[in-house]
């Protein structure tokens, strides 16, 4: 949403999750969980006032599509980050 999202997960969260990013300043917390999380974004909507920490895992993956500027400095614990040049839905 354009909103400013707060998301923490528990521990006891293990199932693979989608965060699909849009405008606002958005804090998501997968430090605690072993899920595999999967980070979508517009690249003008990743900015230092975003923080996107992935799970404990090394599978946690941040897809960004092309066409602007993203502040990557609070991205932490994210073992892969995607460019895409597509706006396709279809993609992780």
């Known amino acids: 949403s354009n909103a400013n999202d707060n998301v923490a997960l ?3 969260f293990t ?3 989608l965060v699909i990013l849009g405008g606002g300043d958005d804090t998501i917390n997968g430090g605690n ?3 595999v999380i999967t980070f979508r ?3 003008n909507e990743l900015s230092a006032a975003d923080t996107l920490t992935g799970g404990r895992t090394a ?3 941040l897809n960004i599509t092309a066409g602007g500027y993203s502040n990557l400095d609070g991205v932490t614990r994210v073992e892969t980050i995607n460019i895409n040049n597509s706006t396709s839905t279809t993609s992780n």
């Open 10 to 12: 528990s521990a006891s």
């Open 15 to 17: 199932n693979a999750l």
């Open 33 to 35: 969980s072993n899920a």
């Open 41 to 43: 974004a517009g690249a």
């Open 59 to 61: 599978q946690d993956v």
